[in-house]
């Protein structure tokens, strides 16, 4: 199976920060990985498809990046309704479709 | 808008075997661009993918569970279900069903029900 390593797994940030999380793949996906995010008793929500894809309705202060085994997601102005988990996903031709093990974005 | 509803019990004795429907609304699960799949989360720890499934009744499991689940779909009801035999306290977690959309060579899941609370204990 592919493993998903999520870095950091804790990020303590303030409103109007720029934020990085990263996501790295045990061996290459190309660029079918996907990000979510989560909020306390929700269901995860889709932010980032195909690496860089924005889901509609997203705002656009989310990216994604990268390819073959290195991903990023960034916050470009963290916004009070943006701390929460998030999560990669790796969906590459073989399940199973495994997932990082979650980075909270908590408040500074 | 699409909607998903998770249904089954709540609690279920070790070794029994948990079962659980998801409702689709406001959308068919007839179609070509589409997958419809299981996703579960332990309490306090992170995602993990069981299966999903195709409305021509093609399904794809996680290896790790996959002696032990069975997802099926009834299209005719607009639900698809599954099954998870010989439970122990680790099956415990929230259950969601989940669309797998298929758009441009990318697979992933864009729409989610609320989950469902699936406690395995005596």
């Known amino acids: 199976d592919i493993q998903m390593t999520q870095s950091p797994s804790s990020l303590p940030a303030s409103v109007g920060d720029r934020v990085t999380i990263t996501c790295r793949a045990s061996q290459s996906i190309n660029r079918h990985l996907n990000w979510y995010q989560q909020k306390p008793g929700k269901a995860p929500k889709i932010l980032i498809y195909g690496a860089s894809n924005l889901q509609n309705g997203v705002p656009s202060r989310f990216s994604g990046s990268g390819s073959g085994t290195d991903f990023t997601l960034t916050i470009s102005s963290l916004q009070p309704e943006d701390f929460a988990t998030y999560y990669c996903q790796q969906t590459s031709t073989t399940p199973p479709y495994t997932f990082g093990q979650g980075t909270k974005l908590e408040i500074k | 808008q699409l909607q998903l509803q998770e249904s089954g019990p709540g609690l279920v004795k070790p070794s029994q075997t948990l079962p659980l429907t998801c409702t689709v609304s406001d959308g068919s699960i007839i179609s070509t661009n589409y997958y419809w799949g299981w996703i579960r989360q332990p309490p306090g720890k992170g995602l993990e993918w069981i299966g999903h499934i195709y409305f021509s009744g093609r399904t794809y499991y996680n290896p790790s569970l996959k002696s032990r689940v069975t997802i099926s779909v009834d299209t005719s009801e607009n639900q698809f279900s599954l099954k998870l035999i010989s439970v122990t306290a680790a099956d415990t977690a929230v259950y969601y069903c989940?669309?797998?959309?298929?758009?441009?060579?990318?697979?992933?899941?864009?729409?989610w029900g609320q989950g469902t609370l699936v406690t395995v204990s005596s």
């Open positions: 989940a669309r797998v959309a298929l758009y441009n060579g990318w697979y992933y899941f864009d729409y």
